[in-house]
């Protein structure tokens, strides 16, 4: 018997005896059945298969997603540091500018717009380096619980009477100490709420932020539905979580929801549906870079008008939690000290003397740090503090540093750092470099590093 061969091969969904489904594959031929045109058909069960290239078809997208937001990531790191020192220089002038300004003058008022937006680019430069780069110093133990309290009442004053907020906690007592900074932990709050309020604004509803304790086993089924399927949306890899104790903060929303195609883009960087104005999309994106970065993750779920939930995974501690600082409202401090101060940007160097001038005290400045070390040498009494930048050519700060204190080991130094070239503060403290200051330098946050590295 000759069997002709039909080109076709089809792939079926197909229901077994039971009701259950399954792929099929079906695969037929003419024959030629004694004497008589035949077909015979093979159906082969191939269900494992498709589920194994789903997954597989699922880690490709997941990866190539992680390979995205990375390559931006850089991209915007590299961005944001030379904007910073752009900034650096837009501020300090307008700092003492103002200074030179009658405050019945209108260009004051100006001139206080310029810091303003100056400020609030400094901001967004910095979301946008949490997103890319996040920083590891500034972390100690919280407790969440505190915080989020803290975020739902100042939230509670901007949103509309016809939005319903709800607490609820759930946790194990003192069950919610994570390793964390808190202005990130707050900043990641304050967008999944903001999104939850704006889904909400037109027709209001209820808004609800929760804390539970998990825990992550070695297989998660706290990713899996009642079937075992994993959720409509794992973003990125969710699954990758080490197993331990988690604390799961949900915030979820009854508000207008996402169609699955939105879902998958809302971790993108500059992913809106807002209007122009409304949104920069960068709210997401941050919040899943530290989530990330605390070595936690994120999921959502969402449904077209029935609303949207997030919730978040970080590692939990067993900690004693520190208490905070106190956060002081106290004017500018003064002095009136000699500094030496070195930077090798000219134009840096005019305003940190101008600033550090206004504020009593007496400066002396390099744009070369061989040349400071030049002059520390033969004049190392003449002053009581030095302010470096840490990124110069020939002798980058912290050698600098070291080279100061062979000279003189009670010399106070403060370190300016942008976010590229982080030396890590434990590094330089076992130096002996007293303080840090990150770029851009502002006004008030130098006043009081400079009056903490002369006092202690
Ligand atoms: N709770 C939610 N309900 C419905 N849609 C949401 C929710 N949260 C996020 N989204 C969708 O995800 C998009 C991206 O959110 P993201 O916070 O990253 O940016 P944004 O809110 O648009 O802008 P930004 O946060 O920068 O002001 C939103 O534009 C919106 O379409
Ligand atoms: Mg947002």
């Not at 503090?385 to 010399?411: A, F, H, Q, Y």
């Amino acid at each position: 018997m000759r069997g002709e061969k039909v080109p076709n091969r089809y792939e079926v969904k197909l229901k077994r005896k039971d009701g259950s489904c399954f792929y099929g594959e079906i695969i037929a031929r003419k024959i030629d059945f004694a004497g008589e045109p035949g077909v015979q058909v093979w159906i082969r069960d191939i269900t494992e298969r498709k589920q194994a290239d789903n997954e597989k078809r699922l880690l490709e997208l997941q990866l190539q997603q992680a390979q995205k937001v990375e390559a931006i990531g850089t991209l915007a790191g590299g961005i944001a540091h030379d904007f910073n020192n752009i900034l650096a220089a837009i501020i300090g002038y307008t700092e003492i500018a103002s200074l030179q300004v009658a405050d019945d003058n209108k260009a004051k008022e100006s001139l206080n717009e310029v810091l303003k937006a100056g400020h609030r680019a400094k901001d967004l430069v910095n979301q946008i380096l949490a997103f890319s780069r996040p920083a590891e110093e500034g972390r100690k133990p919280i407790q969440v619980t505190s915080i989020m309290k803290e975020a739902l009442k100042l939230l509670r004053a901007t949103l509309p009477a016809t939005i319903e907020t709800r607490q609820n906690i759930e946790i194990d007592p003192d069950q919610d100490t994570i390793l964390a900074d808190p202005t990130q932990i707050h900043e990641v709050l304050m967008n999944l709420c903001t999104n939850a309020a704006h889904a909400m604004w037109e027709n209001g509803g209820i808004l609800e932020i929760s804390l539970q304790n998990v825990e992550i086993g070695i297989r998660n089924s706290e990713f899996e539905d009642d079937e075992g399927k994993p959720p409509i949306h794992i973003p990125y890899s969710s699954v990758d979580l080490d197993p331990g104790q988690y604390l799961r903060l949900t915030v979820s929303d009854t508000g207008h929801g996402m169609t699955e195609k939105v879902m998958k883009r809302i971790f993108d960087p500059y992913f809106t549906t807002k209007d122009k104005g409304g949104g920069t999309g960068m709210g997401l994106s941050v919040v899943h870079g530290i989530i990330k970065s605390h070595g936690g993750t994120i999921t959502v779920y969402s449904e077209q008008a029935k609303g949207s939930t997030f919730h978040v995974y970080l590692p939990l501690i067993q900690e004693e939690v520190q208490k905070p600082d106190i956060d002081d409202n106290a004017p500018v401090l003064t002095g009136h000290e000699r500094i030496l101060f070195v930077d090798d940007e000219h134009a840096l160097v005019e305003i940190a003397k101008d600033i550090l001038e206004r504020l009593g005290y007496e400066v002396v400045t390099r744009t070369s740090s061989v040349e400071a070390l030049e002059l520390f040498r033969v004049r190392a009494h003449s002053f009581d503090l030095v302010i470096t930048d840490m990124t110069m050519p020939n002798m980058t700060g912290d050698k600098l540093s070291r080279e100061l204190m062979k000279i003189r080991s009670d010399i106070p130094i403060i370190l300016c750092t942008g976010y590229s070239e982080r030396i890590s503060e434990e590094k330089a403290k076992g130096m002996g470099i007293r303080e840090f200051v990150m770029k851009p330098l502002v006004m008030k946050d130098l006043a009081k590093t400079v009056r903490k590295a002369l006092d202690t």
